[in-house]
């Protein structure tokens, strides 16, 4: 049924995705501009004269730098949920992401105290946390294309994912709204398996590129190294501290799956993790090569 939705963060990737699907369903929608987030009365009376059934939130920290995750992961969602619940909206829809549930990162921690927030805060309430997205994905396409090698940690097989694709996610998203199944409840989500190691990934694009893969091997010591050098001038300063914390961003994408990982093992299980969507992340590669966009 359409219902009238508030939606967060519609100028990113996600967002957009999200806002082209709610419309496509005939919901009625109301974005709010970035800039809204850190004016609580305006923000207030912006849901209030939207009155929306259902707000969602797909805004993040761009940087992931501690005081952009305080900023927006963690402030602007929460004055985004207390205008929500002043304009008597009945469903808060969070879009977080996988790994906060093995956390060390300053966006990590950030993410989780809002989700506590949501969680405790009375007002019906989804958390999805989805895989890797197929963008976060394509970096490496032009490189392959030029004849470059492609870059791996390790052997290639440190760390593995199930991608999911904008559009699938947004249909994801949606179709959570006004869900009994969903309300009050975190879930984790990613694309149609099996799960692809960052090794699988370039093999996969130099098959499509009709070449023999050539892979470059890193070790992901390169940022620990990083951060510590970094980190001797990050009390003194906020550029070196910022850069430091991209140094352990870095470093843990290169080591960490994106994958649920198993309570009991307290290991990355692809079979835990949840698949929905037709999107491939070959479909995607092989659009980007012909010069299409991607799926």
């Known amino acids: ?20 699907q709610l419309e496509a369903e005939g919901h009625r929608v109301t974005t709010v501009p970035r800039a809204a987030l850190a004016d609580g009365p305006a923000l207030t009376a912006l849901i209030v004269e939207a009155k929306p059934d259902v707000v969602i939130s797909c805004i993040a920290s761009r940087s992931g730098s501690p005081k952009d995750a305080q900023a927006v992961d963690y402030a602007a969602n929460l004055a985004l949920l207390d205008a929500a619940k002043a304009a008597g909206a009945g469903q808060f829809i969070l879009l977080s992401a996988i790994c906060v549930q093995k956390p060390s990162l300053a966006f990590q921690h950030a993410k989780l105290a809002f989700e506590a927030a949501l969680a405790a805060s009375g007002i019906g309430y989804t958390i999805i946390r ?148 037709t999107d491939t992340l070959e479909a995607h590669y092989r659009a980007l090569m012909e010069g299409s966009g991607g799926v």
């Open 1 to 20: 049924m359409p219902t009238a939705v508030l939606l967060a963060g519609a100028s990113g990737t996600i967002g957009s995705a999200v806002l082209r």
């Open 130 to 277: 989805p895989t890797a997205f197929f963008k976060s994905l394509s970096g490496q396409v032009k490189r392959v294309q030029a004849g470059k090698p492609f870059l791996i940690f390790g052997d290639g097989n440190l760390t593995r994912c199930k991608p999911i694709s904008d559009a699938d996610l947004a249909r994801f998203i949606t179709g959570s709204i006004a869900n009994p199944d969903a309300l009050g409840r975190i879930l984790p989500i990613g694309g149609p398996g099996p799960a692809i190691s960052l090794r699988e990934q370039g093999e996969l694009l130099f098959r499509l590129a009709g070449k023999q893969p050539r892979l470059k091997s890193i070790s992901p010591r390169i940022f620990i190294i990083a951060q510590r050098v970094l980190g001797i001038g990050a009390p003194f300063s906020g550029w070196f501290a910022e850069k430091s914390e991209y140094a352990r961003i870095a470093h843990y994408y290169a080591t960490e799956s994106m994958l649920v990982l198993d309570p009991e093992t307290r290991s990355y299980n692809p079979d835990l993790t949840p698949e929905f969507g």
